[in-house]
């Protein structure tokens, strides 16, 4: 359990080029053509903006969201359905970590995360969740 809920910690360390990926666990396999190291794709239910404002009624009463934003029309849950990417905990921007980029891969949309430093093994991984997540935090 990490400090602020469930947390995501490494199993090896994360250099630069390495992707970092697994169901269990995280699995090391050099990547070279990535400029930073790719940790994990966030997965989840690929939702339209209609199905995100349904939710989003839900989980702000309940005070837990796993919702990532691609574009303005399409979102990505994580809740019904997703991978170990959303227990990657919240912190501001200029103590995360980790980073998120939105990738095109094949034609589609891919979040992916990458590692803005080299981390240890052990290292619990911390990305800043924007500036929705901040109103949320101050309306509790």
Do not use: W
Request: glycine share 8%.
């Amino acid at each position: 359990m990490g400090k602020f809920g469930f947390g995501l910690f490494l199993t090896e360390e994360a250099k630069k080029g390495d992707l970092i990926t697994g169901e269990l666990h995280f699995v090391r396999f050099q990547f070279p053509t990535l400029t930073d190291s790719h940790l994990i794709e966030y997965l989840g239910e690929l939702i339209y903006e209609p199905t995100f404002l349904c939710r989003d009624q839900v989980t702000s009463h309940i005070g837990r969201s796993y919702v990532f934003a691609l574009n303005k029309q399409m979102s990505v849950d994580a809740f019904p359905a997703g991978n170990q990417a959303r227990f990657i905990n919240h912190t501001p921007s200029e103590n995360a970590n980790v980073a998120v980029s939105i990738l095109l891969v094949h034609g589609e949309q891919r979040i992916g995360v990458f590692a803005k430093t080299d981390l240890d093994s052990g290292s619990e991984l911390y990305m800043d969740y924007g500036p929705k997540y901040i109103i949320l935090e101050l309306k509790k």
